[in-house]
């Protein structure tokens, strides 16, 4: 069994900046994946940002260019910088895996329990 642990979350004004992280623990045997989802109240939950065994990188539109899955976060972890931030960005933000464990043939999706990032005055 895998899980995710989140770390960070909170208020911040607008421009401001915030840092998220999660850690993944049990047993794994190959990360694919690791990365940010967020949903908004009344919307869908929605791609922030992801990094893939490769180390390419995929953002969403919204927050190319203010949001960064930093390198070199540590075995089995992932972080979000998140600059330049704007009212629109508040929101649940969940810690996304694509994992494969011991037991497992393939990659399991996992998430963690979500962390409230509210940006507002």
């Known amino acids: 069994q895998v899980q995710l642990v989140e770390s960070g979350g909170g208020l911040v004004q607008p421009g401001g900046s915030l840092r998220l992280s999660c850690a993944a623990s049990?047993?794994?045997?190959?990360?694919?994946?690791m990365g940010w989802y967020r949903q908004a109240p009344g919307k869908e939950r929605e791609l922030v940002a992801l990094?893939?065994?490769?180390?390419?990188?995929r953002y969403s539109g919204s927050v190319q260019g203010r949001f960064t899955i930093p390198r070199g976060n540590g075995k089995n972890t992932v972080s979000l910088q998140m600059n330049s931030l704007k009212p629109e960005d508040t929101a649940v933000y969940y810690c996304?895996?694509?994992?494969?464990?011991?037991?497992?043939?393939?990659?399991?999706?996992?998430w963690g329990r979500g962390t409230l990032v509210t940006v507002s005055t």
């Open positions: 049990g047993s794994i045997v190959t990360v694919n994946s």
């Open positions: 990094r893939f065994s490769g180390d390419s990188t």
């Open positions: 996304y895996a694509n994992i494969r464990g011991a037991r497992d043939s393939y990659g399991v999706v996992y």
